[in-house]
Nanobody, 124 residues
Framework: QLVESGGGSVQTGGSLRLSCAAS????????LGWFRQAAGKEREFVAS????????YYGDSAKGRFAISRENAKNTVYLQMNTLKPEDTDVYYC???????????????????WGRGTQVTVTS
């Protein structure tokens, strides 16, 4: 089970930190990712992180502004979002993958578990 938190409304240029708490004893083995989705659009890759946190990957919209991290001792993954723009307004989803292949994990089909999402709204 994945539960996101930390969403809300922020002005342009502001910051938010999303959290995703996971249950399960094998959390540290999972690749974790963040995706976002606007109504009527496909789910978009934001960022992913390997099980031990040694590799991170970002979608084009997140590069240079967002940072993904994880605390395996707390079964939690984070998404620090800075310099937010109105076009970052979306529902943000946390996802976990039990797969073991290497790669960016930037496709929704790479993931086995999803949270319910948290709304992020950036006002101008």
């Amino acid at each position: 089970q994945l539960v996101e938190s930390g969403g809300g409304s922020v002005q342009t240029g502001g910051s938010l930190r999303l959290s995703c708490a996971a249950s399960g004893r094998t959390f540290s083995r999972y690749v974790l990712g963040w995706f976002r989705q606007a109504a009527g659009k496909e789910r978009e890759f934001v960022a992913s992180i390997t099980g031990n946190g040694d590799k991170t990957y970002y979608g084009d919209s997140a590069k240079g502004r967002f940072a993904i991290s994880r605390e395996n001792a707390k079964n939690t993954v984070y998404l620090q979002m800075n310099t937010l723009k109105p076009e970052d307004t979306d529902v943000y989803y946390c996802a976990a993958s039990t797969r073991t292949y290497s790669g960016r994990y930037d496709y929704t089909g790479d993931y086995d578990y999803w949270g319910r999402g948290t709304q992020v709204t950036v006002t101008s």
